[in-house]
């Protein structure tokens, strides 16, 4: 099978997962629109393709570094903590289509994602795992290895995609009683991976 092709398989295993950056983009489809949810999805992509090209390009030393690593996790748990308050206090509204358009820049959008996944320590450590183990397993000389992860990368863009248009179809089903659990329950959710962080960074660096 075409490394490629190969890449696009391994990448439909990203359906099951369900990190920060999933409910953020669940959340920004549905208060937002869709489109502002696909520059979301564009951030989280973009910060998955740096790390998958330092590790591929031989700079996982980087990655490894305790020091990298801290300020990386410490920047983490101050983001996660952040949208968490935000997405907790934030007033609930039903936005028409002029006021989506108007709630939040597309830059903005794709920033959050970014953030939001780049920041990640656990991120870092997927994706370094992933190409060592697929390394190994394929044999694939760096250029099959930039087809596999070209078509994994591909993929998990393409479902983040259809993840935001979902929610966004389902947006008929929104009230205003719905737009405040569904925002403290992202709040809820990011609490728990910023602990998830704080605990790494207690184990390793205390």
């Given at each position: 099978m075409?490394?490629f092709v190969?890449?696009?398989?391994?990448?439909?295993?990203?359906?099951?997962?369900?990190?920060?950056?999933?409910?953020a983009?669940i959340?920004?489809?549905?208060?937002?629109?869709?489109?502002?949810?696909i520059f979301?999805?564009?951030g989280?992509s973009?910060?998955?393709t740096?790390?998958v090209?330092?590790v591929?390009?031989?700079?996982?030393?980087?990655?490894d570094?305790?020091?990298?690593?801290?300020?990386v996790?410490?920047?983490?748990v101050?983001?996660?903590i952040?949208?968490a308050?935000?997405?907790?206090?934030k007033?609930?509204k039903i936005?028409?289509?002029?006021e989506?358009?108007q709630?939040g820049s597309?830059?903005?959008?794709?920033?959050?994602?970014?953030l939001l996944?780049?920041?990640?320590?656990?991120?870092?450590?997927f994706?370094?795992?992933?190409?060592?183990n697929?390394?190994?397993?394929?044999?694939y000389?760096?250029?099959?290895q930039?087809?596999?992860?070209l078509?994994?990368?591909a993929m998990?863009?393409?479902?983040d995609?259809?993840?935001?248009?979902?929610?966004?179809?389902?947006?008929h089903?929104i009230?205003?009683r719905f737009?405040?659990r569904?925002?403290?329950?992202?709040?809820?959710?990011l609490?728990?991976?910023s602990?998830?962080l704080?605990y790494y960074?207690i184990?390793?660096?205390?």
């Amino acid at each position: 099978m075409p490394p490629f092709v190969n890449g696009l398989f391994f990448g439909l295993i990203f359906i099951f997962i369900l990190g920060p950056a999933f409910f953020a983009l669940i959340q920004s489809s549905l208060q937002q629109g869709f489109r502002k949810a696909i520059f979301l999805a564009i951030g989280v992509s973009v910060s998955d393709t740096i790390y998958v090209m330092v590790v591929l390009f031989g700079l996982a030393a980087l990655l490894d570094g305790e020091e990298f690593r801290f300020w990386v996790a410490l920047g983490g748990v101050v983001l996660l903590i952040a949208y968490a308050i935000y997405s907790w206090l934030k007033q609930p509204k039903i936005f028409n289509e002029k006021e989506k358009n108007q709630d939040g820049s597309y830059l903005r959008n794709f920033i959050k994602g970014l953030l939001l996944n780049g920041l990640n320590p656990l991120v870092i450590v997927f994706w370094a795992t992933w190409i060592s183990n697929i390394t190994v397993r394929f044999e694939y000389d760096f250029a099959a290895q930039m087809q596999f992860f070209l078509g994994m990368l591909a993929m998990i863009l393409g479902l983040d995609i259809a993840k935001a248009f979902i929610a966004h179809r389902l947006k008929h089903l929104i009230t205003i009683r719905f737009i405040k659990r569904m925002n403290r329950a992202v709040a809820i959710v990011l609490i728990l991976f910023s602990g998830q962080l704080i605990y790494y960074l207690i184990e390793n660096y205390t």
